[in-house]
DNA sequence: TGCAGGACTTGCAGACTGTGCAAATTATGC
DNA sequence: GCATAATTTGCACAGTCTGCAAGTCCTGCA
């Protein structure tokens, strides 16, 4: 598998085989990929996957529900993680500051794991369907999640108006993303110029 | 099948077999969210939905390409469609106008497709994953397809500031309906009442 | 060293989705 | 009615995914 471990004091046993997990569950994904980028997502059949991976087919079921799950990148945030970041700005910032704030520090996420992304995504732009069947995070979760805690704090004047402010904070996100993609530009700074464009009216 | 049809003159044998092809993919699904909503996804096998529907299993996926496909509601809109209704607009409109009148169109499928949508909104209310799973419309897909157009228009100051338009638009349709769905208030209403919050900042 | 217990892996059987192909059935035009 | 085209269906088969039970590996501890 060859996986460096920068191994830094103690971890329990617990800790021990959860990195295990992870690191196979990874090395798995990896085969996945590069079976289906050398030979076509039609060859990447769970059988050939667990070959490369040296695992019974049976067994990677053990580490993924689908065979879609093994081909997607693992999400950098879960619905539950923002809430978390946005209850933990002061409460009486202004929304517009704390989402993007949290936005923001989704964002750094994203351009660390910008790396391991790239097999990735020249997979999805081969087969976008794959996006939509392993949809890693439902807009509508998101939205439903957070929702309430946008809706509490200073500067939101009704229910459109915190919907709104959630989803228009994603496409300043996914704009950023996009467009860092593809000029090269640094990814905070499009984030930046995308909020400000979306507090002073489109 | 128990279909009323308004027949208003001619229809050629070609239109005969398009609607007949149409109104019996309704019917299968209408079967298929019978069984769902009565007896559980679980029981909403192809057989058990071929069966309610009159038709072999085989012939199930001779109209449609999934079992979830036959479970989500048929979209109200094609990323093509929206192509074509935003380039129907006078050139030198500026884009906020332009895609206000794009999305109030769509808004007014929405509204006429609402009863409809009543048994598929209960399911997906049931089963969220169904929709992560049928992703009816790719985002990314959408922004790919008008992102030409909307960037060619008056008022349109960057790449970003036309992928935020777009995406705060839809973010304007999604929290009107929603809104709409849980006051009762105009959905027409409510969608201006987003546009201009998007227009004079959030 | 060796063993008791837990965690992980695997094989197997089986339910289900989805597809190609060719035969059977049905509809349509003349 | 009959020739033809469209639709439906059966059949075989590849593939995904699950439950269950047996097998294997690892760990700590006597």
Redesign the interface.
């Known amino acids: 598998m060859q996986i460096m471990h920068t191994v830094q004091g103690m971890e329990s046993p617990q800790e021990r085989r959860e990195r295990r997990r992870a690191e196979k569950r990874q090395a798995i994904r990896m085969a996945a990929v590069k079976i289906a980028l050398d030979d076509g997502l039609e060859a990447a059949t769970v059988e050939a996957i667990s070959a490369a991976a040296d695992i019974s087919p049976r067994t990677f079921f053990n580490y993924f529900a689908s065979k879609e799950e093994a081909l997607v990148m693992e999400p950098v945030w879960r619905p539950d993680e923002l809430l978390e970041l946005l209850e933990r700005r002061p409460g009486d910032e202004p929304v517009?500051q704390s989402l993007q704030a949290v936005i923001r520090t989704v964002a750094v996420r994203v351009r660390q794991a910008w790396q391991d992304m790239k097999p990735f995504g020249e997979l999805r732009r081969r087969h976008?369907e794959l996006?939509?069947?392993a949809?890693a995070v439902?807009?509508?979760?998101v939205?439903e999640t957070i929702f309430e805690a946008v809706r509490a704090r200073p500067g939101v004047t009704g229910?459109?108006?915190a919907?709104?402010?959630i989803?228009?904070s994603?496409?300043?996100l996914?704009?950023?993303v996009?467009?860092s993609l593809?000029t090269g530009e640094a990814l905070e700074d499009?984030l930046d110029?995308?909020f400000t464009?979306?507090?002073?009216?489109?």
């Open positions: 517009f976008p996006a939509a069947r949809a439902d807009e509508t979760k939205i229910r459109m108006h919907r709104l402010l989803i228009g994603f496409g300043a996914i704009s950023a996009q467009e593809e499009l110029e995308a464009l979306l507090e002073n009216g489109l």
